[in-house]
């Protein structure tokens, strides 16, 4: 449906009305209309006012042949300034520009040219955009919050760890078109473990969720390979690495296909138990992303030989290229107990979110227990 151009036209139902009198003031009252139209699927064109306004910034984009673009690139521009404008991160607004982009199928060649004379602020949103053609994603396996440390099964045993999480209090809208956003949502993950040799262990995950609705989603697979190098299993240093590749629905992950390598180091005395995972994700998708990193961090008190309490931690730090310690990147802190009851053993904890990208509340169970 096409909008009202002069003042005396008028619209059809459902049509969109801007009065050409207050031109200057109405840009982005039009434009938020736009964005309003196209939620709701209807179609429209820009009114004459707006083009001419546009039209040196923009004029460019004739040489492409598609005057939609004209249309899609305001659209762009609103969704910029509507983030950039609301304070927040510029991360935030660039992951949220190249959503839209992606959502109108806008080509991004005939922008390159265009940006150039883009206001500086959104130059840098759009420019940072284009050039890593893809939305900032964040990697972290929120089925799976763990420290991994030097434990194996023995050659030729078979074990499962069943993880469980509740985003007790948590974000509730989606941050992509698809998403299950994770507040009030249980997460359900069985891993399977095989012992290969001494120092490597093969892991396979089916990953599950239960929404809010009570219904139940199976959500991918994931297989790891686990080495641990030789070391003194009571006391000193020890080190190893774990490699995971897996499929995941578009419910828990905006990218299908994502692997993660996450380094295990650590030192164990009498009482304490430290590690850490330096962790490096990225997408295996066409148009995934940037390699992204986090750290997770542990430090457990033994209590006794069967029963340990302690801290850890988990450190989203965004792109490889420029990590940070931004709000805009998770960070929280889990109160954990782990308990050997013999024939299964127990990692529960209650996490606190640090920032504003983390659930604010999140408890998480493991238990693990051998089949031979």
């Given at each position: ?238 080190w190893g690495v774990n490699l ?47 390699v992204t990193g986090d750290v ?38 889990f109160a954990v107990v782990d ?34």
């Open positions: 449906m096409r909008s009202v151009t002069t003042r005396n036209s008028t619209p059809k139902s459902g049509n969109l009305v801007c009065d050409p009198e207050s031109r200057g003031s109405n840009v982005l009252t039009y434009l938020t209309r736009v964005m309003r139209s196209v939620s709701a699927q209807r179609r429209l064109t820009c009114p004459q006012w707006l083009q001419r306004r546009a039209a040196a910034p923009f004029s460019r984009l004739r040489c492409c042949g598609r005057r939609p673009q004209r249309e899609r690139l305001l659209i762009l521009f609103l969704k910029a300034f509507d983030y950039v404008g609301e304070s927040l991160s510029l991360e935030f607004a660039v992951s949220e520009v190249v959503s839209a982009m992606n959502e109108v199928a806008i080509d991004k060649t005939c922008f390159r040219s265009e940006i150039s004379s883009s206001p500086r602020v959104l130059r840098r949103a759009i420019v940072a955009s284009i050039l890593s053609t893809t939305s900032v994603v964040s990697y972290a396996a929120s089925e799976e919050i763990q420290v991994y440390l030097d434990d194996l099964r023995a050659p030729g045993q078979l074990g499962v760890d069943v993880h469980n999480n509740f985003a007790a209090s948590g974000r509730s809208a989606p941050d992509y078109l698809g998403e299950q956003a994770p507040g009030k949502v249980y997460r359900l993950t069985p891993e399977f473990a095989y012992g290969l040799t001494k120092t490597t262990e093969f892991g396979f995950y089916l990953l599950s969720t239960r929404d809010l609705q009570g219904n139940l989603h199976g959500d991918g697979v994931k297989a790891r390979i686990k080495y641990v190098a030789p070391h003194d299993l009571e006391s000193g240093p020890f995971e590749v897996g499929r995941s629905s578009r419910r828990v992950s905006e990218t299908p296909w994502n692997t993660e390598i996450k380094g295990i180091l650590g030192f164990r005395t009498d009482r304490w138990t430290l590690a850490i995972n330096p962790n490096l994700d990225w997408s295996l998708s066409h148009g995934g992303g940037p997770d961090l542990k430090a457990n008190y033994a209590i006794d030989s069967k029963t340990q309490v302690g801290l850890e931690s988990y450190n989203e730090l965004g792109p490889l290229r420029h990590l940070s310690t931004s709000a805009t990147n998770g960070r929280s802190v308990k050997d009851f013999g024939k299964f053993d127990l990692n529960a904890g209650l996490g606190r979110g640090l920032s504003q990208a983390a659930d604010k509340w999140v408890i998480k169970i493991i238990v693990g227990t051998n089949f031979n």
